[in-house]
């Protein structure tokens, strides 16, 4: 396959995943769920809830909390796996972040969660490793250089807007990317493996989108 027909390929699938977005059912649960959610921040205006698009690969994942484990797994030297309790037990930092989708839309939402380096560091990361793999529930996948987990305050949020992160968003955690692409932004972790394969290419990314996924530069290679 060409390059050009690899890029048509992709397209077409955002274009699909478009017509998908927002359908009644999602909205309707989005409406109920978002209820006293926080509208401002530290004088920033929020976006709501209810303006995310629906645009999954399997549709919202609706995670057991008393049977959910998150494992940290690959080059550690520890292996560790966590209930969700043993995770929002930790301190968390807040922030606002804005996701851009690149079908066009973006948010701004207050952000709540623990510090992935916080958990890695739990885990004793291998000096091999060089890159960290985000698993989700549903199959989908991504990865990042283990450095840009490391240097920024990258968290994994379980709340959004003041309230627990609802099924249809990421519950129980998703990944708040920041300066990266929607698409970078996993949601419904449940594993998180170190790595030494920097060329290691996640869902969209096999599928011709950067695996990169930087904000300030196209979302193509």
Not at 14 to 28: E, F, K, P, R
Request: include cysteine; charged fraction near 25%.
């Amino acid at each position: 396959m060409t390059k050009l027909a690899l890029k048509m390929t992709v397209l077409l699938l955002v274009l699909v995943s478009i017509g998908t977005c927002g359908n009644q059912a999602d909205q309707d649960t989005a409406r109920s769920v978002a209820s006293g959610e926080l509208k401002e921040y530290e004088g920033m205006k929020l976006s709501s809830l209810n303006d995310f698009r629906e645009n999954s690969i399997k549709g919202p994942q609706y995670v057991d909390r008393e049977k959910y484990t998150l494992q940290i797994t690959g080059l550690v030297d520890s292996v560790r796996t966590f209930t969700y309790d043993q995770v929002v037990s930790r301190p968390s930092i807040k922030k606002v972040v804005e996701l851009h989708c690149v079908e066009g839309w973006s948010v701004t939402i207050l952000w709540e969660g623990i510090l992935v380096k916080d958990l890695l560091s739990e885990a004793r990361v291998d000096s091999a490793a060089n890159t960290v793999i985000f698993h989700a529930s549903d199959g989908y996948s991504t990865s990042f250089p283990l450095s840009y987990i490391m240097e920024n305050d990258i968290i994994m949020a379980h709340r959004m807007n003041g309230l627990t992160m609802p099924p249809e968003r990421g519950f129980p955690f998703e990944l708040v990317a920041e300066n990266k692409w929607g698409y970078k932004w996993i949601k419904w972790i449940d594993r998180i493996e170190l790595s030494d394969n920097d060329k290691y290419r996640g869902f969209w990314e096999s599928r011709g989108y950067s695996n990169d996924g930087d904000l300030d530069k196209n979302f193509f290679d």
